[in-house]
Antibody
């Protein structure tokens, strides 16, 4: 069974940093693209970042480029999102998702990050 | 990259059909057949309904169907059921390892 479990969320002061993790199991993690998506309170889904199977290529949305970086450890079956210079509008539930055929076919339950204003 | 445009809400009675539109540009929906649709019940993980414009993953009922014309994609839900009440999002590849989601549509089953 495919499972994605996010962790690392919590409350962090503005300007602070946080590293989210996503533990993958039930599939060959090293052959899949992986992504991060977030949902702010009362808002819609926002795609954040994508990384290729080897970790050599990635992309991110302009609003977080330079502040967030995505990485992965295929040996540990884990995906990461390093978030720096956090702002109040980064408050959201952060999901990791598996990429397949130009879509995201499995998602984790999400982890909540709160940045007080 | 601006979010794809979806109607904020849609509704229908059980057994009826409804269609949700997703309007982008010729830089996203109009250029790629990597349009997908997701169902999101609050507090749960989003669920993939449609990928590559028209394809359904294993386990998704054929009541859900997708299409695209030009810069607009659509999701049709036939035979509405109470459990279809959820938020629905479209998503498109935009090139250069990037994607964009739609603004979301809240579906109410009357």
């Amino acid at each position: 069974e495919v499972q994605l479990v996010e962790s690392g969320g919590g409350s962090v002061q503005p300007g602070g940093s946080l590293r989210l993790s996503c533990a993958a199991s039930g599939f060959s993690f090293s052959v899949y693209w992986m992504a991060w998506v977030r949902q702010a309170p009362g808002k819609g889904l926002e795609w954040l970042a994508l990384i290729n199977p080897s970790g050599s290529e990635s992309g991110s949305v302009d609003s977080v480029s330079g502040r967030f970086s995505v990485s992965r450890d295929n040996g540990a079956n884990s995906l990461y999102l390093q978030k720096d210079i956090l702002r109040a509008d980064d408050t959201a539930v952060y999901y990791c998702a598996r990429g397949k055929d130009g879509s995201f076919d499995f998602w984790g339950q999400g982890t909540l990050v709160t940045v007080p204003s | 990259q601006s979010a794809l445009t979806q109607p904020p809400s849609a509704s229908g009675s059980p057994g009826q059909s409804l269609t949700i539109s997703c309007t982008g540009t010729n830089s996203d929906v109009g250029s790629y057949n990597y349009v997908s649709w997701y169902q999101h019940h609050p507090g749960k993980a989003p669920k993939l309904l449609i990928f590559e414009v028209t394809k359904r993953p294993s386990g998704v009922p054929d009541r859900f169907s997708g299409s695209k014309s030009g810069n607009t994609a659509s999701l049709t839900v036939s035979g509405l059921q109470a459990d279809d009440e959820a938020d629905y999002y479209c998503c498109s590849y935009t090139g250069g390892y990037s994607y964009v989601f739609g603004t979301g549509t809240k579906v109410t089953v009357l």
